[in-house]
Nanobody, 118 residues
Framework: VQLQASGGGLVQAGGSLRLSCAASGRTSSRYDMAWFRQAPGKEREFVGSTNWSGGTTYYADSVKGRFTISRDNAKNTMYLQMNNLRPEDMAVYYC????????????WGRGTQVTVSS
């Protein structure tokens, strides 16, 4: 499966952005999907994930209450709604997918840059 993240941009602190992750290829399979991010000089970190149906989601503590993951399987797309953005949220955001829950994230898309100005 191929993944393509989009929707990044420049936003002021306190603002909102919605990222999208479009999947193509073997989308008939059921995949968990996730968002990760990497800031300059830092390691990549988990932001949140959703199971195939979208009924179960997990979030990093740093984004709980501000970020929401959803997916539209009819469109093979996952979303990340980011509200109340902070300067520390600035990073390149990546989406990932895996076929088996608990396994490694096997499929990765190119990132999209999120810049938050203070």
């Amino acid at each position: 499966v191929q993944l393509q993240a989009s929707g990044g941009g420049l936003v002021q602190a306190g603002g909102s952005l919605r990222l999208s992750c479009a999947a193509s290829g073997r989308t008939s399979s059921r995949y968990d999907m996730a968002w990760f991010r990497q800031a300059p000089g830092k390691e990549r970190e988990f932001v949140g994930s959703t199971n195939w149906s979208g009924g179960t989601t997990y979030y990093a503590d740093s984004v709980k209450g501000r970020f929401t993951i959803s997916r539209d399987n009819a469109k093979n797309t996952m979303y990340l709604q980011m509200n109340n953005l902070r300067p520390e949220d600035m990073a390149v955001y990546y989406c990932a997918a895996r076929q088996l829950s608990g396994s490694n994230w096997r499929y990765w898309g190119r990132g999209t840059q999120v810049t938050v100005s203070s």
